[in-house]
């Protein structure tokens, strides 16, 4: 699970990572509203602890650009006590829960894991991109109304392609989430690669538009139009 922490006190950034990473979550840290935007846009992640108060853009106007953007990431926005009016502005603008500062670390973190619970977009039997669509239930998938001979390792790579459609997914996601190996002494990039490749074909090949691109030194991106 991938979290974005948007803080610009540096001590308490300091403190979240590291209670974050103790549980498991990779972590990245943005400063600046303007770092924690771009990251928060251009990156998949699986939730988004969103200061308030920030230097630059602040978080509301942060939050209610990704949300206008339909960026469905769960946030959890952290607020100054005296900034009652700042919380329910938040919870309207899309803010999935709010903590108070100073706040307690559990809390916080049992907080973030029934976001992510809440998050688990189990309700979703169907993921679409433009003619392909992916059936999670019978688990095929079909582009241009014709059925894709995948493997059972294609089937989860392009479901996890769809889920975070338009944003980039590195080879270190794809190492950990579908692959389910996050340290491995060898890096996975080439396995990564070759499936990669495989996958293309069988989606993209027959097809009029390519819907999965590499990005050069990132990653891959699936979206409809060239990046
Ligand atoms: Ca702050």
Redesign the pocket.
Known sequence: MRVLVV???RKLAQVLTAALQAEHYEVVVAATGEGGFSRASEEAFDLVVL????PGRNGLEILQTLRQRHLQTPVLILTARDGIEDRVLGLDLGADDYLVKPFALPELLARIRALLRRGRPSEVLRLKAADLELDLVTRRGVRGGRLLDLTAREFELLEYLLRHQGHWVSREMLAREVWREPRRATPLDNVIDVQMARLRKKVDADAGQRLIHTVRGVGFVLREGEP
């Open positions: 803080e610009d006190e200061d308030l108060m920030l």
